[in-house]
């Protein structure tokens, strides 16, 4: 089709965008995406008010109930399909079959938040996902070097931590670039130490 890329031959890489409630995973999957994200938002009712934890995400009226995807072309050999997980403790029965062949994760945080992504980062280290952190540098939120939010994580010197925009297409790709560079990384490492 003109104007669409080609994606024959293109490898199709599987990714999960993972965070808590109101870190921006409907956001980035947005701003990246080629094809019109498919998402199922349900706007937040007071029944669902009451359920979902609003503490901090006082803007928000809408609630992805289902998941996010997209799609975007990294080149003419990767394809990244972006399944966004449900971020309610409540849709946790859903993230077991989403991360069935998926090759890694981005776990986004929001630094006034921070406990919000341990779910996700308990979920993708016990099943040996590889993920990278992006903090989502929300207005007025406090910045904090790349070393405080691992501490504060508690995850490993070697797992990527990068600020972004999840409303900016640029910064949301380069998170998934910086993905994308770990993945083949640490496959690389595996590959030298079999
Ligand atoms: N200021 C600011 N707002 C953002 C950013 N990312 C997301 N938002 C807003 O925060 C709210 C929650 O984002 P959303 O993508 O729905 O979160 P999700 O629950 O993780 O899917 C939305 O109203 C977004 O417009 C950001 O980087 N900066
Ligand atoms: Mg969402």
């Keep these: 089709m003109a104007g669409s890329p080609d994606l024959e031959g293109a490898q199709a890489v599987k990714i ?7 870190a921006g995973k409907t956001t980035l999957v947005s701003a990246v ?4 994200p498919l998402r199922t938002e349900e706007r937040l009712s007071e029944l669902g008010a009451a359920v979902d ?8 009226t809408t609630t ?5 995807f997209g799609r975007i072309t990294i080149s003419s050999d990767v394809v990244l399909y972006l399944f966004g997980t449900p971020g309610q403790d409540r849709f946790w029965f859903m993230w077991k079959e989403m991360s069935v062949g998926a090759l890694g994760a981005v776990v986004l945080a929001d630094t006034r938040r921070l406990g919000d992504c341990f779910g ?3 979920f993708f280290e016990s099943r040996n996902i590889p993920f990278i952190v992006a903090v989502n540098c929300f207005d007025g939120a406090d910045i904090y070097e790349e070393d405080e939010v691992r501490q504060a994580l508690d995850i490993g010197a070697h797992v990527p931590v990068q600020q972004c925009d999840a409303r900016d297409r640029r910064s949301s790709k380069q998170v998934l670039v910086r993905l994308l560079e770990y993945l083949m990384a ?9």
Excluded at 64 to 68: G, H, I, N, R
Aim: aromatic share 6%; no cysteine; glycine share 16%.
């Design 64 to 68: 992805t109930v289902a998941l996010d």
């Design 33 to 36: 995406s080629e094809i019109k």
């Design 186 to 194: 640490t496959a690389m490492a595996h590959q030298r130490y079999r």
């Design 53 to 60: 934890d609003l503490t901090g995400v006082g803007g928000k």
């Design 16 to 22: 999960l965008i993972a965070g808590g409630f109101g």
């Design 120 to 122: 996700a980062l308990d």
